[in-house]
């Protein structure tokens, strides 16, 4: 019996016990019935880093025998994801919570990024996280998590014409896994992202941003995530301004004691405007900063 065979009994097997529609069990097997082919691997390059030669492998996933249940296995993720505050929706989302906040403390910002995220996560510990935590993959008496343990175990590849199955990580491709890796990095730091000089949290995939009170508090608390965490952590810690997924986050005006923080576009939200560069330190931020970051400087 060939790989192919043994996925596509695997996946009747599983679908047997869904308590679905058959139009949807034949959806779902769409592609697992025409001599279906590995997924295609590539490698796009990340030209927004300033280190050369750093790339993306990707795997081309619309073809797959297993995509439409990995796009099924992502609607339902999903939904416990958007129950889940601290998981923005987009940048624009980000961009209005600075702008609504103030606290007393001076502040701080985190920002740090899980490197090579998709293929370092181990997946037995991220199975075995969301298992305990995701209600939804309980339902249908475990339906979606024998749909999970499928799409992820057997992830086949192609490259220089030989095939590959992917042991360690998840696919940057596959439709299911920006809402797993979401989830999974949520439940993993969750506790010590409950840490009380926390003001803001906000994670998405591979990347997070913090408002806390101190910069020892900061440096506790990145000290407790890579302390814990089997993945990889860079990070930085100002009091000045931070870059968060496509926005930037910087100190503001000074109003009754009580630090206001702003985000002002970096690269596709246009429609954030420009507040002035007003900044609390002249010896921090000038005029020639401002311009060259692209502020508007107010008329002295």
């Known amino acids: 019996m060939d790989v192919v065979d043994d996925i596509r009994q695997r996946m009747q097997r599983i679908l047997g016990t869904a308590h679905v529609h058959p139009?949807?069990?034949d959806r779902w097997m769409s592609m697992a019935r025409n001599d279906p082919e590995p997924a295609p691997f590539y490698i796009m390059p990340k030209l927004h880093k300033r280190k050369l030669?750093?790339?993306r492998p990707v795997t081309r996933q619309h073809q797959y025998m297993l995509t439409p249940l990995s796009k099924a296995l992502a609607d339902r993720l999903q939904t416990a994801e958007d129950t889940i505050s601290e998981i923005p929706k987009d940048s624009?989302?980000?961009a209005q919570i600075p702008d609504t906040f103030r606290f007393n403390a001076p502040g701080v910002l985190i920002t740090y990024d899980v490197e090579a995220l998709y293929p370092s996560i181990d997946l037995f510990d991220a199975i075995k996280t969301l298992e305990a935590n995701v209600p939804v993959l309980s339902e249908r008496d475990g339906f979606w998590l024998k749909v999970l343990k499928l799409v992820i175990y057997n992830n086949y590849i192609s490259f220089d014409d030989k095939i590959y199955l992917q042991l360690q990580?998840?696919?940057t491709g596959t439709a299911f896994a920006p809402a797993f890796e979401n989830l999974y990095l949520y439940y993993k730091f969750r506790y010590i992202l409950s840490h009380d000089a926390i003001q803001i949290q906000l994670g998405y995939i591979d990347d997070g941003f913090m408002i806390?009170?101190?910069?020892?508090?900061a440096e506790l608390i990145i000290a407790r995530l890579n302390a814990v965490s089997n993945l990889r952590l860079t990070h930085a810690i100002s009091?000045?301004?931070?870059?968060?997924?496509?926005?930037?986050?910087?100190?503001?005006?000074?109003?009754?004691?009580k630090t206001c923080w702003t985000c002002a576009r970096t690269l596709t939200y246009k429609q954030i405007p420009l507040p002035p560069c007003d900044f609390q330190s002249p010896e921090t931020y000038n005029a020639g900063d401002?311009?060259?970051r692209g502020y508007p400087v107010p008329s002295t």
């Open 53 to 55: 030669f750093t790339s």
């Open 169 to 171: 990580g998840t696919a």
């Open 23 to 25: 139009r949807v069990v």
């Open 239 to 257: 009091d000045r301004w931070a870059i968060f997924l496509d926005l930037e986050v910087y100190r503001g005006r000074n109003t009754r004691g």
């Open 92 to 94: 624009k989302t980000v």
């Open 212 to 217: 806390v009170n101190t910069t020892k508090d």
């Open 290 to 292: 401002c311009e060259r």
